[in-house]
Nanobody
Framework: QVQLVEPGGGLVQAGGSLRLSCAAS????????MGWFRQGLGKERERECV??????????DYADSVKGRFTISRDNAKNTVYLQMNSLKPEDTAVYYC????????????????????WGQGTQVTVSS
């Protein structure tokens, strides 16, 4: 059974920075694309893909809304994926989830939530104006 644990999150002022981490256990972490998703208040059915990083770590992808501000990275030796968030805006306020691809060694990382078979519990990020 795959487990994803996300400590972190919190309250930060606009323009500030925050780093999220997600520790994985239960399978070969390095074989799977990892993604960060977020779900804003009142958007129960909409989970936006923020960033993905392929299993080898060499390919990343970002939502247009966070390009140039967020950076996804992974440390396969520590089974951990990170999301560095800079220049935060109030509209970044959401519950952030890390997720692990359901398929190993997927060539083109997906930004579709249904392609991810395992999810963290979510962590609240609040950006005040």
């Amino acid at each position: 059974q795959v487990q994803l644990v996300e400590p972190g999150g919190g309250l930060v002022q606009a323009g500030g920075s925050l780093r999220l981490s997600c520790a994985a256990s239960g399978r070969t972490f390095s074989s799977y694309t990892m993604g960060w998703f977020r779900q804003g208040l009142g958007k129960e059915r909409e989970r936006e893909c923020v960033a993905t990083i392929r299993w080898g770590g060499g390919r990343t992808d970002y939502a247009d809304s966070v390009k140039g501000r967020f950076t996804i990275s992974r440390d396969n030796a520590k089974n951990t994926v990170y999301l560095q968030m800079n220049s935060l805006k109030p509209e970044d306020t959401a519950v952030y989830y890390c997720a692990a691809d359901a398929l190993a060694f997927r060539v083109l990382p997906s930004r579709t939530s249904r392609e991810y078979g395992h999810w963290g519990q979510g962590t609240q990020v609040t950006v005040s104006s």
